[in-house]
């Protein structure tokens, strides 16, 4: 049920903005919230591909173990993927096996059984994929997490023409919000299938209420505070001492000796031949807008 809004239509207080890399400790709220998530049991069959992953590999008549690429050509001659109906989103060499990911794991279950009985050895796991997120800004705080799928589906008339209700409710979870207690607005992030995703994010945006709200993927990179680099938090950090934030030097940030007027230098652009002359932390740094085009490509590939 949507819920009626009588008052006026408030002024937007903040427009979201990039977001800011930070060190992340412990799991904040919005994380667990989003562990939480992606490991509902009742969303098993629906969650990202990278669930429903399959290894193989096998051996020649001689006992030799065969490559991936010969792996891939005795899979297209022995199994009869379009009988099976299995949707393949996913097949690579990795670890001198073949990774096969499928959309679910019944689709897992039937391909690795036929797989067997052609003699493969099948190792079920999960792939290195990560599941797909889109950040829905703009919406309005009285919308919960339970009517946020409803209210899209009714005040969108064209996606009623390019998919089913079942396809997009099992292909739509929210996962958290972000924005301050303070505001009218929040941005939603959300996990979504690959379909969906591409139908959400061709749009460009959804009505919602009384907004017209964008829609965007989700990318977030987390920086360490120890030695700067993306990907990864202090806790997880292997690197055996400090680099400062400001001047790159082997030390603390907060202990930096330097500081204001010295000229600062980013560690990351430093290690990868880039323009340094700023903080690691500046909006404009090159080796932060060269991993966020990395990790739009992922999204994309």
Known sequence: MIKQINTPIPIPRRRPGRMVERERGAPTKDTRLLFSTLLDGRREETRSPGT??????????AGEK????????????????????????????????????????????????????????????????????????????????????????KQNAFLRELTSWDKINSGFIPAFTKGGKQYDEVTWVVQVSKEVRKILIDSGSLNILLYRCKVEDFIDISRCFHCQQYGHISTNCKASTHTCGFCAGEHNTRECPGGMPHSPVCANCQRMGLPYNHKVDDQECPAYKKTLRKHARLIHS
């Open 52 to 61: 429903a992953a399959l290894y193989i590999s096998c051996e020649s008549e």
């Open 66 to 153: 065969l490559s991936p690429q010969s792996v891939r050509r005795r899979v297209l001659n022995e199994v009869d993927l379009t009988k099976l109906g299995v949707e393949v989103t996913t097949c690579k060499p990795v670890d001198q096996k073949l990774l096969v990911v499928v959309t679910n794991n019944k689709e897992r279950t039937v391909l690795s059984n036929a797989l067997a009985k052609k003699g493969f050895t099948v190792t079920e796991g999960k792939s290195n994929s990560k599941p797909h997120l889109i950040k829905i800004t703009r919406v309005d705080k009285s919308v919960g997490k339970e009517e946020l799928l409803e209210t899209i589906w």
